[in-house]
């Protein structure tokens, strides 16, 4: 017998099986006969031969973010999603990626040499606890960091950042999400803070440089408008007075005019004007918008647009007389943000996770790139186009090309979902909610096929079996639902249920031959069945030389290297082989994406480990040739698309 191990995770070695403990469970897992007499716990696991590169990021974080969308003078789009700042050159349909911070990004500014580029992170989740808030300064043509601020003073996260405008753009301000929302003001080419003031206790929406006056700044939030004069290391308040104006919830945004007026947007759909030096309101555009004012953008040519929750996109002159106003439509949300274009175009970034382009006089035709709304957790690579599917809590169904890196079709469910499975025909997809209720589609017309419920909690795993004749369902209610199925995915008729697992179900394999299937549960039970009869195997003979067809399974033999030391058994949420079986990628809790040698039979095996998810990495999947994988985030809602080097 060998033992090794530190803390909560340990691994004992008998005749022909491996014992690993997890939170003082045994798991115990066998291991094929002809390994038997040669294995050995000691030897060292390889690295594999293989790594990933950042490829594609799928979405936009519009939905609780603002002032986010920029285009730079090169033609890229930049903007954030997860810990991941995305330079997008539609024309060219490339993307550039600054990968420096380590969790959620918040908030970006551009410095007026339109080169320069600072954003701002939330404090990290990493396992050793060290990711402060903090904010980097970067080159957007290298994309090399030229400077890190304010590590240990910024406290939760950065709200607001903005350069100055009239100093060479010398100066920067941000406000972090602390309590008293902090607003500070660096030399960030020394990293030297000039001065720090407590802005407000409630929150902050927006903070800006006067366009003339890198001495004054302006901040606005809930039912707030402050200008700060800089003098002498003091910051300065002077509140905005609204007299006879009602005062409004919320101060959404600001901008200013050319002769140096502030201008701002609020909660109530009002435009208000604050002459330059006054704290004192001398012009209102009542209704300005039905509902909220999220955006504001002051053109090159002194138009003004606002944009808000009403959908619309209107101009303004310079005596704020309106030009007029496009609609855009409900599908794509509200107006989230707006931000000059090329020529006459603008773009937009809207609640839903959307960014749009289009001219102020036409339609809004043309979007430039989606993503989902909420968690994602269901993810299904086609069986032989460079195609995945994905599904989550907002209750999208959203196919995917991954050689144009475009949405295919996209379907809205009655439920949230969970899981998905492509039929090996790759005529159909199955779709698992959280309701019990699971659904089939057409592949190429998203129209549904079916629909069944097995229970009434979610279904953790749809998986169907190589030669497509069955379809396994894992569900949280401890069963495997077992349905028979025939017309290449379009039949389905209900073979039994496989009960014994004392937890609920997390993850389902096929063999290559289709007889078998190994699950795994939520108290770390390893079980085998043969679905056709909804019987469990309890022949370690029969099942130790099983050949499997997939290792989305992240406890057994052929993948019990994965786990780290002092894992609690919750860490990993999911695992995929590639086609070849010679690498093996999991997605952990701590927005990791990890990359082994395949089988990772060893002992705390040897990864190459990648960031860029900024919360637990709910799903991966290799896709069609193993060029390509794609992992999935949680509360970060994105989609990362790696290239395989």
Known sequence: ILVMGTGRLYHLFFEGYVKMFLKGRPVTMHMPKDQVDSYSLEARGELPPSRLKLHWVYGYRGRDC??????????????????????????????????????????????????????????????????????RVWDSVSLNTLHVLGAGFFDRGLVCLAFSKSNGGNTLCAVDDSNDHVLSVWEWQREVRLAEVKCSNESVFAADFHPTDSNVLVTCGKSHLYSWNMDKGMLVKKQGLFEKQEKPKFILCVTFAENGD????????????????????SQVIPGAHEGSIFALC???????????????LVSWDSCLQQIQAVEVPEVFGPIRTIAEGRGDTVLIGTTKNLILQGSLDGEFLVFLLQGHVDELWGLAAHPYKPHFLTCGYDRQVCLWDSSSHQLIWAKSLEDTAQSAGFHPSGDVVAIGTHTGRWLVLDTESKDLVTVHTDGNEQLSTMRYGPDGNFLAIGSHDNYIYIYAVGERGRKYSRVGKCSGHSSFITHLDWSVDSQYLV????????????????????????????????????????????????????????????????????????????????????????????GGHSSHVTNVSFLLDDSCLVSTGGKDMSIMQWRVV
């Open 519 to 610: 699950s795994n549960s939520g108290d770390y039970e390893i079980l085998y069945w043969i679905p056709s009869v909804c019987k469990q195997v309890v022949s370690v003979e029969t099942t130790r030389d099983i050949e499997w067809a997939s290792y989305t399974c992240t406890l057994g033999f052929h993948v019990f290297g994965v786990w780290p030391d002092g894992s609690d058994g919750t860490d990993i949420n999911a695992a995929c082989t590639s086609s070849d079986k010679r690498l093996l990628v999991t997605g952990d809790d701590f927005g990791k994406v990890h990359l082994f040698s395949f089988p990772c039979s060893q002992f705390r095996a040897p990864s190459h480990v990648y």
């Open 66 to 135: 603002r002032s986010n969308l920029y285009l730079l003078p090169t033609g890229e789009t930049v903007y954030f999603m997860a810990s991941v700042v995305v330079l997008y050159n539609v024309e060219e349909q490339l993307q550039r990626h600054y990968t420096g911070h380590t969790d959620d990004i918040k908030c970006l500014a551009v410095h007026p040499d339109k080169i320069t580029i600072a954003t701002g992170q939330v404090a990290g989740t990493s396992s050793d606890g060290k990711q402060l808030p903090h904010v």
């Open 298 to 312: 002051m053109l090159r040519n002194g138009t003004l647009v606002s944009g808000g929750k009403d959908r619309r």
């Open 262 to 281: 502030t201008i701002t947007g609020d909660s109530s759909g009002n435009i208000l004007v604050w002459g330059k030096g006054t704290n004192r309101i």
